[in-house]
C-alpha cells in the first residue's frame, strides 16, 4: 500500500479545506492504520456527561475520510453514501476520542472503510462505524 498523503499532508488539508472544523482532529497516524484525535471539549457533551453520538458520528466519518484520502490524494469532493454506526459503550467525558480507520476496499468509484473509536487510554470501543464513500473519477 503506497501513501498518497502522510500525517504532515492530511494534517495540512484539514487546516486548508476544513479549517471549520480542523481545530477539532488530529492526523496522528497513516497508514495500514489510520488513527484520528477529536479533541473533546464541553460544546461535544450532552447530558448526562457523555460525548454526544453527533459527536462521534463526525469522528468516524471525518476519520475514514481521511483515510481514503490517504491512498487517493487531495480529492475533496469523495462523499459519504452510506453510513452505519454502533454506540457500544459510554465514552469517558472530557477525555479525547481516537478513531482507528482502516480501509477495507478502495475501487475505482466507492470506498469502505471501518472505524472503532476509543476513549483515549481505554481499551474498549465506545462505537464502531462502517462508511462507504463514492469517489470521484481520478
Same mark, same amino acid.
Given at each position: 500500500?503506497?501513501?498518497?498523503?502522510?500525517?504532515?499532508?492530511?494534517?495540512?488539508?484539514?487546516?486548508?479545506?476544513?479549517?471549520?472544523?480542523?481545530?477539532?482532529?488530529?492526523?496522528?497516524?497513516?497508514?495500514?492504520?489510520?488513527?484520528?484525535?477529536l479533541? &473533546?471539549?464541553?460544546?461535544?457533551?450532552?447530558?448526562?456527561?457523555?460525548?454526544?453520538?453527533?459527536?462521534?458520528?463526525?469522528?468516524?466519518?471525518?476519520?475514514i475520510?481521511?483515510?481514503?484520502?490517504?491512498?487517493?490524494?487531495?480529492?475533496a469532493?469523495?462523499?459519504?453514501?452510506?453510513?452505519?454506526?454502533?454506540?457500544?459503550?459510554?465514552?469517558?467525558?472530557?477525555?479525547?476520542?481516537?478513531?482507528? &480507520?482502516?480501509?477495507?476496499?478502495?475501487?475505482?468509484?466507492?470506498?469502505?472503510?471501518?472505524?472503532?473509536?476509543?476513549?483515549?487510554?481505554?481499551?474498549?470501543? &465506545?462505537?464502531?462505524?462502517?462508511?462507504?464513500?463514492?469517489?470521484?473519477?481520478?
Amino acid at each position: 500500500m503506497q501513501l498518497k498523503m502522510d500525517v504532515t499532508a492530511l494534517n495540512a488539508f484539514l487546516r486548508s479545506d476544513f479549517a471549520q472544523v480542523a481545530g477539532m482532529f488530529e492526523v496522528i497516524e497513516a497508514g495500514a492504520e489510520t488513527v484520528i484525535r477529536l479533541r &473533546v471539549d464541553d460544546s461535544h457533551l450532552r447530558p448526562g456527561g457523555t460525548v454526544s453520538g453527533p459527536t462521534m458520528f463526525a469522528l468516524a466519518d471525518v476519520g475514514i475520510y481521511l483515510a481514503i484520502l490517504s491512498r487517493i490524494g487531495p480529492v475533496a469532493l469523495a462523499v459519504t453514501t452510506n453510513a452505519t454506526i454502533d454506540f457500544l459503550r459510554k465514552p469517558l467525558a472530557g477525555i479525547d476520542l481516537l478513531a482507528r &480507520v482502516r480501509v477495507l476496499k478502495l475501487g475505482r468509484n466507492l470506498a469502505v472503510g471501518d472505524c472503532l473509536i476509543f476513549s483515549e487510554g481505554q481499551a474498549e470501543p &465506545v462505537a464502531r462505524a462502517s462508511m462507504t464513500y463514492s469517489v470521484p473519477p481520478r
